[in-house]
RNA sequence: GGCGUCAUGGCCGAGUGGCUAGGCUGGGCUCUGCAAAAGCUCCCACAGCGGUUCGAAUCCGCUUGACGCCUCCA
């Protein structure tokens, strides 16, 4: 098996992987919040994930990769309501709707950017009882506190014994001097404290009974209660968005910690934010895209339509720890890129096998091999792919050679890291009316043909150009002329 | 204000103490009736200022700038 390198947040450095039980993996990472339509910066996230899942599956690890729903208890300020509450007045709904809509959204637009579903998807409002009871466990250990129906964590109890601050490299001296001072935290015994358990008001719709009043769980906890119950006291890989690593993340260790007195996670990954004109994603601020607006180019940002397969490659080019400015040159560059390597890829099948190789495959495999086990560096991958793109089309002109056995082996090399890992799909033959329009083309090549033997050049290069004009390129090449529909 | 990350050629984006990233764009050549495609090739960058080193864009310090988190966020 490989050795693969992963950065590890925790640490700030890469470390070797090493699963907790040898051939599997845990993976939890933390899911949408579904009060509104996923946009490409949520995708980002869970793309990278995917990517990450798959790499995995590829190396031949039994994977359990877990990927929570939040539908409730998701604080939005302190006014004691969450979003999913909120949402669901606004626009007269009840909460499991708002909840079944965006949830339905989500998994649309994942399988349309042929994300591989977890293997557990599992929600928050479905592990009520399993939150309660971590809850008491907490208090239990003396290291939360009741007040009027609501239960908060003790920050700085636990941080007598514990670090809180060991993901975020936060001193919580220094979180102490500079808290704003909010407006309705009276009930909290410091600002730091976060809500266990959060007393429901009579106008609050989402709500279930406790010990300690009826009420609705805090957001931190369901990721605890959950991870804990599907991957053990302590897993693998604990992932999310590089804005969910305070507090979230943090206060996830130390709900762990306070239950269990272990560290959960051995490895915490995170992805880094899609920008656009250099600002953050966000759904509060705006500045975002969705992917159906991509799929239809009704954006200001984009200037055409652009495929999920074109955006999954223009994410893959960059590393999943560095920023990405999304901008319709760079998707424009992409959508080219990604045309190429498609050609290429469709190409290998028409490449004839020679009695020797003039090309080193193995070389070329292992670099491809280096470059995913380097923390999953996908540009490099896609660097070396292109690479094979270009063997491809100087075996295609004869300028060099593969055996049989080379050439099996460059073929399932493609064919592994294009659509195995990276997830790609090839948009040519996934086309229902390709045969047909393919059949409409020959025709008019014949009839171009035709055209050239008898010097009509007029003919032969109005074909050419008005079939460009629909996106249809002609080559012409020494064994007759080939297209390919862009 | 505090903490942190990053500053790479026309654009997007990797990476490394000395050796080619890659894609897109632009120039040249081969091929072609002309093109396109493909191949070859050119333009060879690393914010600024100091320091360490035989050697730094890569390590250290400072400056400037951008972004992220500190409040819900993937």
Same mark, same amino acid.
């Given at each position: 098996?490989?050795?693969?390198?992963?950065?590890?947040?925790?640490?700030?450095?890469?470390?070797?992987?090493?699963?907790?039980?040898?051939?599997?993996?845990?993976?939890?990472?933390?899911?949408?919040?579904? @009060?509104? /339509? +996923? %946009?490409?910066?949520?995708?980002?996230? $869970?793309?990278?994930?995917?990517?990450?899942?798959?790499? $995995?599956?590829?190396?031949?690890?039994?994977?359990?990769?877990?990927?929570?729903?939040? =539908?409730?208890? %998701?604080?939005?300020? =302190?006014?004691?309501?969450?979003? *999913?509450?909120?949402?669901?007045?606004?626009?007269?709904?009840?909460?499991?709707?708002?909840?079944?809509?965006?949830?339905?959204?989500?998994?649309?637009?994942?399988? !349309?950017?042929?994300?591989?579903?977890?293997?557990?998807?599992?929600?928050?409002?479905?592990?009520?009882?399993? #939150?309660?009871?971590?809850?008491?466990?907490?208090?239990?250990?003396?290291?939360?506190?009741?007040?009027?129906?609501? +239960?908060?964590?003790?920050?700085?109890?636990? /941080?007598?014994?514990?670090?809180?601050?060991?993901?975020?490299?936060?001193? *919580?001296?220094?979180?102490?001097?500079?808290?704003?001072?909010?407006?309705?935290?009276?009930?909290?015994?410091?600002?730091?404290?976060?809500?266990?358990?959060?007393?429901?008001?009579?106008?609050?719709?989402?709500?279930?009974?406790?010990? &300690?009043? *009826?009420?609705?769980?805090?957001?931190?906890?369901?990721?605890?209660?959950?991870?804990?119950?599907?991957?053990?006291? #302590?897993?693998? *890989?604990?992932?999310?968005?590089?804005?969910?690593?305070?507090?979230?993340?943090?206060?996830?260790?130390? #709900?762990?910690?306070?239950?269990? %007195?272990?560290?959960?996670?051995? @490895?915490?990954?995170?992805?880094?934010?899609?920008?656009?004109?250099?600002?953050?994603?966000?759904?509060?601020?705006?500045?975002?895209?969705?992917?159906?607006?991509?799929?239809?180019?009704?954006?200001?940002?984009?200037?055409?339509?652009?495929?999920?397969?074109?955006?999954?490659?223009?994410?893959?080019?960059?590393?999943?720890?560095?920023?990405? =400015?999304?901008?319709?040159?760079?998707?424009?560059?992409?959508? !080219?890129?990604?045309?190429?390597?498609?050609?290429?890829? /469709?190409?290998?099948?028409?490449?004839?096998?020679?009695?020797?190789?003039?090309?080193?495959?193995?070389?070329?495999?292992? #670099?491809?091999?280096?470059?995913?086990?380097?923390?999953?560096?996908?540009?490099?991958?896609?660097?070396?792919? $292109?690479?094979?793109?270009?063997?491809?089309?100087?075996?295609?002109?004869?300028?060099?050679?593969?055996?049989?056995?080379?050439?099996?082996?460059?073929?399932?090399?493609?064919?592994?890291?294009?659509?195995?890992?990276?997830?790609?799909?090839?948009?040519?033959?996934?086309?229902?009316?390709? /045969?047909?329009?393919?059949?409409? +083309?020959?025709?008019?090549?014949?009839?171009?043909?035709?055209?050239?033997?008898?010097? =009509? &050049?007029?003919?032969?290069?109005?074909?050419?150009?008005?079939?460009?004009?629909?996106?249809?390129?002609? !080559?012409?090449?020494?064994?007759?002329?080939?297209?390919?529909?862009?």
């Amino acid at each position: 098996m490989q050795t693969l390198t992963i950065y590890n947040s925790l640490t700030n450095k890469k470390e070797i992987f090493k699963p907790l039980k040898e051939g599997y993996v845990g993976m939890y990472v933390c899911g949408p919040t579904v @009060y509104s /339509n +996923v %946009h490409l910066g949520n995708v980002r996230t $869970f793309m990278s994930f995917d990517m990450i899942y798959r790499y $995995f599956l590829h190396l031949g690890y039994k994977v359990r990769y877990v990927r929570n729903i939040t =539908d409730a208890g %998701h604080l939005t300020d =302190d006014s004691d309501e969450d979003k *999913i509450s909120t949402k669901a007045r606004l626009e007269k709904l009840e909460p499991m709707e708002i909840v079944q809509r965006y949830t339905v959204d989500f998994h649309q637009i994942l399988q !349309k950017f042929n994300l591989i579903p977890p293997s557990i998807e599992p929600t928050a409002t479905g592990h009520i009882v399993e #939150q309660i009871e971590a809850i008491k466990t907490i208090l239990e250990n003396g290291l939360a506190y009741e007040v009027n129906g609501s +239960v908060y964590f003790d920050v700085l109890k636990y /941080n007598e014994t514990e670090n809180y601050g060991i993901l975020s490299k936060r001193k *919580i001296e220094d979180a102490i001097e500079n808290t704003r001072v909010l407006e309705g935290q009276s009930d909290k015994k410091n600002p730091q404290d976060f809500a266990l358990w959060k007393k429901a008001e009579p106008k609050h719709i989402q709500r279930w009974d406790s010990p &300690w009043g *009826i009420g609705f769980p805090g957001w931190h906890l369901e990721c605890t209660v959950m991870s804990t119950k599907y991957l053990g006291e #302590q897993f693998d *890989i604990h992932g999310g968005g590089m804005d969910l690593k305070f507090p979230h993340h943090e206060c996830e260790i130390a #709900q762990s910690q306070a239950c269990n %007195h272990v560290a959960p996670v051995k @490895y915490w990954m995170h992805g880094n934010m899609l920008t656009m004109n250099g600002k953050k994603m966000s759904k509060s601020t705006g500045n975002n895209i969705l992917p159906n607006e991509i799929f239809t180019g009704d954006n200001k940002n984009i200037s055409k339509a652009y495929t999920a397969s074109v955006v999954r490659f223009f994410m893959m080019q960059a590393h999943y720890r560095s920023i990405l =400015d999304f901008s319709d040159d760079a998707i424009l560059a992409s959508e !080219k890129g990604y045309n190429r390597l498609m050609e290429a890829v /469709n190409l290998i099948n028409n490449l004839k096998p020679s009695s020797s190789s003039s090309i080193d495959i193995k070389k070329w495999k292992q #670099q491809c091999y280096d470059a995913m086990n380097d923390d999953f560096n996908t540009p490099i991958l896609i660097a070396n792919l $292109f690479e094979g793109v270009k063997f491809i089309n100087l075996i295609n002109d004869g300028k060099e050679s593969l055996t049989i056995e080379d050439l099996n082996k460059f073929k399932t090399t493609i064919d592994t890291f294009v659509y195995d890992v990276l997830g790609l799909e090839n948009n040519a033959d996934g086309a229902d009316n390709s /045969n047909k329009l393919g059949g409409v +083309v020959e025709i008019l090549l014949q009839l171009r043909k035709e055209a050239r033997e008898n010097k =009509d &050049w007029a003919l032969s290069d109005r074909i050419r150009d008005e079939l460009i004009a629909l996106g249809i390129q002609l !080559k012409d090449g020494k064994e007759g002329t080939t297209f390919s529909v862009g």
